[in-house]
């Protein structure tokens, strides 16, 4: 379990760090025939850092936590 919480723990702490992510799609914008024209179109997925907080807090508690073996 304590593998599982510091995991839990690196995860929360990138989350806070990295607030966001952007990425691309590739969009048709003419096809006439042989002419083909395309554009990257941006797309962001953004979240706060209060996620990472509260996933270190869950990753802390999973460490905490005695296991039962």
Known sequence: MKKAGISIIILG???TIFTAFKFFTRENVVDIGKVHITRNKPHYLAWSPLL???VMVIGGIV???PSKN
């Open 13 to 15: 702490l990138l989350l």
């Open 52 to 54: 990472g907080v509260a």
């Open 63 to 65: 460490v905490l936590v």
